[in-house]
């Protein structure tokens, strides 16, 4: 097992180092960097964020994927326009450089606590890791968010938990699904962190943006919903093989709604449902690039820091409940064993299997 410890992270670390050498053949260019580059000089000179004006930068169009110029919501443009004050392009690289050392430096956390389990997930998502590091996208620094949360909830600081989701959330929409995963948990303090960050966020974007821009996007999003789901997406998959379009394009839809429900029914088992909810990040969207298959190292997450046993505990609420209502000890013959005791050990009994039966490494392999 020593040698499997050692032998597998190394393994994983070459690989991923032998793929990106074959792909920055192509140059450095981190092409995602530059799209959000251009969405923060097109706000920095007054022009339409959702669309290209005479003297733009370019931006590469791939109907009827995306038609528009850029494909996340104004935030991130938000953020670009000081980026992109600074002298010969400086700020697309300054931006990539911060989102390779946020997936790097995550993954080898999460190595170095899990090496075998870490190490091949590495492996699997090998070429999508590549990817991500080479373009720039600001899924490197949802990976570290979404493990951050995590990592945060395990040392119960729900406050900054919540925060970091809400500033995740209006960078790419989809992290909302750790929203309802907060609240099927009950963790309140949490919840409202996540509400005023995110309220506040808001106002920054729309002084940053302009309230148009925000009312666009929203006709943008229903536009990719509908006509603009991506080849690797569920519902390019299922066009793929044959599935009638216009079915496929509601998969993405079904199985946001069916990973919602689930994160629910898994609600006392939160590392599990955890999991869950990062995964149905991946398969509810309706635009997938081969890069955000990533997202699978932050399901991973529960496995690296359980949840502690005190937590798990807070979380059962009805067993908790359960546990409350039977008889007091003070009831029962004094020469007899308290049944409420005896009911209370076994549920922390059950609480201790759930704390090892939920790490996704169980189910996401």
Request: aromatic residues 8%.
């Amino acid at each position: 097992m020593r040698i499997l410890r050692i032998a597998i992270p190394v393994l994983a670390i070459g690989l991923v180092l032998a793929i990106q050498t074959v792909y920055f053949d192509r140059g450095f260019v981190p092409g995602d960097a530059f799209t959000y580059l251009a969405a923060g000089e097109r706000l920095n000179a007054g022009h339409l964020l959702y669309a290209l004006s005479p003297g733009d930068r370019p931006v590469d169009l791939k109907p009827p994927f995306w038609t528009v110029p850029l494909l996340s919501p104004p935030p991130i443009a938000v953020l670009f326009r000081p980026l992109a004050l600074l002298p010969n392009d400086l700020g697309p690289y300054v931006w990539w450089a911060f989102c390779v050392a946020s997936l790097v430096g995550t993954t080898l956390v999460m190595m170095r606590r899990r090496p075998i389990l870490i190490g091949l997930a590495v492996i699997a998502l090998s070429i999508p890791l590549v990817y991500d590091i080479g373009v720039g996208n600001l899924n490197s620094l949802l990976i570290a968010g979404m493990v951050g949360s995590w990592y945060l909830l395990t040392r119960g600081r729900e406050t900054a938990a919540g925060s970091l989701i809400a500033a995740m959330t209006a960078l790419k929409l989809t992290p909302v699904v750790l929203a309802w995963w907060l609240i099927t948990q009950r963790r309140w303090s949490a919840v409202r962190a996540f509400v005023v960050a995110g309220l506040a966020l808001l106002v920054v974007s729309v002084v940053g943006a302009g309230l148009s821009a925000h009312l666009e996007y929203l006709g943008i999003i229903r536009t990719t919903s509908a006509a603009g789901t991506s080849d690797l997406s569920l519902a390019g998959m299922a066009r793929y093989v044959g599935v009638d379009p216009a079915l496929a394009g509601l998969l993405p839809t079904g199985a946001l709604l069916l990973g919602l429900v689930a994160v629910w029914f898994l609600r006392e088992r939160p590392g599990v449902a955890y999991g869950v909810a990062v995964l149905t990040m991946l398969l509810g969207s309706p635009v997938v690039n081969i890069n955000w298959f990533t997202v699978g190292l932050a399901a991973l997450a529960p496995a690296v820091w359980p949840m502690p046993q005190g937590t798990l505990a807070k979380m059962a609420p009805s067993s908790s409940a359960y546990a409350r209502s039977q008889p007091a000890a003070s009831s029962r013959a004094a020469n007899g064993p308290s049944e409420s005791s005896t009911i209370t050990t076994a549920t922390f009994q059950d609480a201790s299997r759930d704390s090892q039966s939920s790490r996704p490494m169980d189910t996401a392999s």
